[in-house]
């Protein structure tokens, strides 16, 4: 088994199952994340116990094969023990340092305007390669990480489980600390698991890639929408804010005359009037798609209009275009070298 996919609650039963104290899971986990060991003997167990642990688990990491670094951006194509491939993206911003982590190799979900969705799902990440990947840009930049956001390659409700033990793990107090509100897990709207995600017990901030006013232009840019409806999801995120006490994020990336113009946010604002959410337009990174980045003073048009109509709305900042840090890019990029 990888180490880097256990949980506390993980360890502490395997360390009941071999008769051992289930204190010693908050050790290893202080030991792994806060001073950087990569085996068990340095963790002072007896003999015993470093035998079973070196026998039991490994600290293997995915392999770095691309690494793209600017001021504001930084990238990460890594090769998986199968040969396959994950990207992650570090975003340094004025509040710290945010990793972007993929959750699945390729993604079903068929998103008109994502490069990701044109490599379809061949399998999802561990919990331990998705971990893997705030580690390696921590020691690949040597940067200290605040935030993380679960949404770059893959849909992660998609991967249910994997992503709730990353949450746990990523947060733990012994692990990395990321606050829970500076994790968010982004969905394309995956009305159930929305709820299922509600009801645990600790759950991180949750964001609706929402990226259409009605459900005709969404199911248009958005497949997973005719399974879902606008109504459905909202009705899911709305369930998510009072069970929590969590403002949900809407995600709307803008796309040349396509979403963007002040009728669309004139709907957009109608649409959540009165539900505590909160509008995130997103710059579009634009790759071999049909799709264009709206223009700066369209946008400004847009968030104006939202406010105007009393949505609470951010424009955010953009990163690493120069370094094809829109998710699938590297790695085709990658691989078309590689031919």
Do not use: W
């Not at 909160?278 to 990174?285: A, K, T």
Request: charged fraction near 30%.
């Amino acid at each position: 088994m990888n180490i880097y996919g256990m949980t506390r609650a993980g360890l502490c039963k395997y360390f009941e199952e071999i008769g051992e104290n289930p204190a010693k899971a908050a050790i290893i986990l202080d030991g792994i994340y806060k001073k950087g060991m990569t085996d068990f003997s340095g963790f002072g167990f007896a003999e015993r116990n470093i035998r079973r642990l070196s026998e039991d688990f490994d600290f293997a990491l995915p392999e770095v094969v691309e690494k793209r670094e600017n001021e504001t951006a930084a990238k990460l194509l890594l090769r998986l023990s199968d040969g396959e491939f994950a990207e992650t993206v570090l975003m340094r911003q004025r509040f710290g340092n945010v990793v972007c982590v993929s959750t699945q190799v390729g993604c079903n979900m068929g998103c008109a305007f994502c490069r990701s969705g044109l490599l379809k799902r061949r399998r999802d990440l561990t919990t331990a390669e998705i971990l893997g990947q705030v580690l390696l840009v921590s020691r690949e930049f040597s940067e200290e990480i605040s935030g993380v956001s679960v949404m770059g390659i893959g849909e992660p409700f998609d991967n249910f489980n994997a992503v709730k033990d990353f949450c746990e793990l990523v947060t733990d107090d012994c692990g990395f600390a990321v606050g829970r509100r500076r994790v968010t897990v982004s969905t394309c709207g995956i009305a159930p698991k929305i709820r299922e995600y509600a009801e645990l017990p600790r759950p991180c901030s949750l964001a609706i890639s929402l990226h259409a006013p009605d459900d005709d232009l969404r199911s248009r840019l958005m497949p997973i929408n005719k399974r879902y409806s606008i109504k459905e999801v909202l009705d899911a995120a709305e369930y998510f804010t009072k069970k929590t006490v969590h403002r949900v994020t809407l995600e709307y990336v803008m796309l040349r005359d396509v979403n963007d113009s002040a009728e669309h946010a004139e709907r957009l604002a109608k649409l959540i009037a009165g539900r505590d959410f909160y509008v995130n337009l997103i710059p579009y990174n634009s790759t071999d798609t049909e799709f264009r980045k709206s223009p700066p003073e369209r946008v400004e048009e847009f968030c104006a209009v939202l406010k105007a109509n009393g949505a609470v709305a951010t424009k955010r900042r953009e990163f690493g275009a120069e370094l094809d840090a829109a998710c699938g890019q590297l790695r085709a990029d990658y691989l078309k070298k590689s031919t």
